[in-house]
T-cell receptor, first 109, second 114 residues
């Protein structure tokens, strides 16, 4: 059974810092991996999707990498802003998606 | 925006009553999902559908049933609601039929069972 973990559980940084969020999974037989953000009381917003054949994807200040052999993905956020404050979830796609517990990010002005 | 709506957005009901939540999509995607999100458990798959009348169970399907009579609608029914089913319910669609398998989520339904 696929298990997904995310480290750290919570992170607080000053505005402008570059930061890395981590996602680990136990079964490397995946189709893809998707990163989401969730604002309090809201739904999930898709950020990036990495196919199993890809190593990374970029969108603006976000860069996500995937290393299937080690069961890891990282989400890199450059020049963080207070508007980036949210919970970030990774989801590993196999037969269905399995979600990690999330990392709660606070970016302080 | 994948054109996903959920109704109702909020509901308070009593233990033992039946409850139906509706998910509606506008883009005719084949795959649809129901998840619940709870503190300490994250998002967990309840049921999913891969076409009209084609559904299957997820990780936490006990106490829930689903139906899909039209491509655009996926219904989640709690036959007899219990307090343990108090949660936020999310519907999602997948672009699996386009090869991308990217998921998009609806806004959620907050259900409280008293």
């Amino acid at each position: 059974k696929q298990e997904v973990t995310q480290i750290p559980a919570a992170l607080s940084v000053p505005e402008g810092e570059n930061l890395v969020l981590n996602c680990s999974f136990t079964d490397s037989a995946i189709y893809n991996l998707q990163w989401f953000r969730q604002d309090p009381g809201k739904g999930l917003t898709s950020l990036l999707l990495i196919q199993s054949s890809q190593r990374e994807q970029t969108s603006g200040r976000l860069n996500a990498s995937l290393d299937k052999s080690s069961g890891r993905s990282t989400l890199y956020i450059a020049a963080s802003q207070p508007g980036d404050s949210a919970t970030y979830l990774c989801a590993v796609g196999g037969q269905n998606f399995v979600f990690g517990p999330g990392t709660r990010l606070s970016v302080l002005p | 925006d994948a054109g996903i709506t959920q109704s109702p957005r909020h509901k308070v009901t009593e233990t033992g009553t039946p409850v139906t939540l509706r998910c509606h999509q506008t883009e005719n995607h084949r795959y649809m999902y129901w998840y619940r999100q709870d503190p300490g458990h994250g998002l967990r798959l309840i049921h999913y559908s891969y076409g009209v009348k084609d559904t299957d169970k997820g990780e936490v399907s006990d106490g829930y049933s689903v139906s899909r009579s039209k491509t655009e609608d996926f219904l989640l029914t709690l036959e007899s609601a219990t307090s343990s089913q108090t949660s936020v319910y999310f519907c999602a669609i997948s672009l699996r039929d386009a090869g991308g398998n990217e998921q998009f989520f609806g806004p959620g339904t907050r259900l409280t069972v008293l």
